[in-house]
T-cell receptor, first 115, second 111 residues
């Protein structure tokens, strides 16, 4: 158990809908990262927050947004969903953001299926 | 940009066989290197890491050495077990600790 929790575990929705994925980092970790894992694209970094502020952005679509709250939990919002958004979404956390040497601890993921 | 290339799987081995999964990287700076493992139906777990050249990461019988001259970080284990069956991801991290992953290599170990 990494100490990172994600809810829900599974999500089934329809095209055009909006969903929110939730992540609670390990106790004491200030950085939260979101990744998308799909069969065709592999594991891709989406976005990072550090202590409530956006720190780095990867291949995140404009239809997707995220935020980190004062209690350090994070939410990833996916809107106008398309079939191709079906994937496993992982959250990870680390203590700080120190230029590449930090270990990231991953949650169990949320499996999203868009029908 | 940064990239990680790892051998395609699946790699199929018998129990107690030797394992090598190749990983090479391209990076603009001086990255940290990681191996993560994903067991069926689970999230990613850090297996080992190395943060500078010639460092050897090791865990659970797995080893990998950071080779700057060949930009490689090959994963090795002397004797695999059925319980090692999983998908293995090589990754690197530069700025802000964001990870760039390889496509993953599935390992299947039979009794």
């Amino acid at each position: 158990d990494s100490g990172v929790t994600q809810t829900p575990k599974h999500l089934i929705t329809a095209t055009g809908q909006r969903v929110t994925l939730r992540c609670s980092p390990r106790s004491g970790d200030l950085s939260v990262y979101w990744y998308q894992q799909s069969l065709d694209q592999g594991l891709q970094f989406l976005i990072q927050y550090y202590n409530g502020e956006e720190r780095a952005k990867g291949n995140i679509l404009e239809r997707f947004s995220a935020q980190q709250f004062p209690d350090l939990h994070s939410e990833l919002n996916l809107s106008s969903l398309e079939l191709g958004d079906s994937a496993l979404y992982f959250c990870a956390s680390s203590l700080r953001t120190s230029g590449g040497r930090e270990t990231q601890y991953f949650g169990p993921g949320t499996r999203l299926l868009v029908l | 940009g940064d990239s990680v290339t790892q051998m395609e799987g699946p790699v199929t081995l018998s129990e107690e066989a030797c394992l090598t999964i190749n990983c090479t990287y391209t990076a603009t700076g001086y990255p940290s290197l990681f191996w993560y493992v994903q067991y069926p139906g689970e999230g990613l777990q850090l297996l080992l890491k190395a943060t500078k050249a010639d460092d050897k990461g090791s865990n659970k019988g797995f080893e990998a050495t950071y080779r700057k001259e060949t930009t490689s970080f090959h994963l090795e284990k002397g004797s695999v077990q059925v319980s090692d069956s999983a998908v293995y991801f090589c990754a690197l991290s530069e700025e802000y600790s964001t990870l760039t992953f390889g496509k993953g290599t599935m390992l299947l170990v039979s009794p």
